[in-house]
């Protein structure tokens, strides 16, 4: 729920964006954003970021369990991640959903600006992202402790290639624009979100910080490439070829990431008294 925070800002910005630039131009525009930021940011540095577990009378997960061994509680067997298909194959589907979005959403502007009026495109970004907050919102509100998590997740990646599809017929109805924007929008912070959460259900609790981790710094050097790569595949492209190559393209990584989820739900189980270890 704490991560809604990024996501209204993305519906601020987004339109304010374009308001600002129409209004003052596009360097004004951007040092006034900037300067808001260092503003926004050193405060929240300040009142909010520096403070620690032990200003509040808590302590970091795990301080206070009775270690046995390197690091494993008394009675837990150490876990290998080593080949762990468990970790493999939601590290898979973190780094493929998070490619296909970020690629998409970096073009994302532009393809809906070929089909209505920048400031209507704007307001359909906005959209995109309290769909997200949406998306996210009902995930932390319905899903069960008992979920299957990985089975929350192949849905949310389900409704973005539905979106992109949607978005690739856009040219047939205005309306299936709107719809595809909205799916899209609903697994946006999912795809951050979730795979740290299916870590939590499926690894002993001392090895979920190293797992998040593990997942987390593969997942970030992927994503950094793909608006470079789908920015050069639409000017490889122009047109309504170029877009319908992109939303292909993030709609088949999206199966992708679907299909990796899917490999890895063999590999655990649930048992009465607690979570089975590793199959290795």
Known sequence: MAYNGASI????????????????GFSHAALLVG???????????????????????????????????????AGSPAVSLRANRRLITVAAAMALGLFAQ???????FVLLAGHMPEKTAAVAMGMATLSAIAGRSLMGWLM??????RTVACISYGCQLLGCLALAAASLSPALLWAGVVLFGLGIVNATSLPPLIAQSEFPAQHVQRVVTLIVAPSQGCYAFAPAMFGGLKTLANGATGEVLILSLAAGIEAL???????GTGAWKQREGGLTRPLE
């Open 9 to 24: 800002g993305g519906v601020v910005f987004s339109s304010a964006g374009v308001y600002l630039i129409e209004r003052i």
């Open 35 to 73: 300067i808001t930021s260092i503003g926004i940011i050193t405060a929240l540095s300040m009142k909010v970021f520096n403070v620690r577990p032990e200003h509040l009378g808590q302590h970091p997960d795990g301080a206070a369990t009775i270690v046995v061994g390197p690091g494993s509680p």
């Open 102 to 108: 970020i690629g998409l959403i970096s073009q994302l």
């Open 144 to 149: 069960s402790a008992k979920a299957d998590r």
């Open 257 to 263: 990431a679907i299909l990796a989820l899917a490999a």
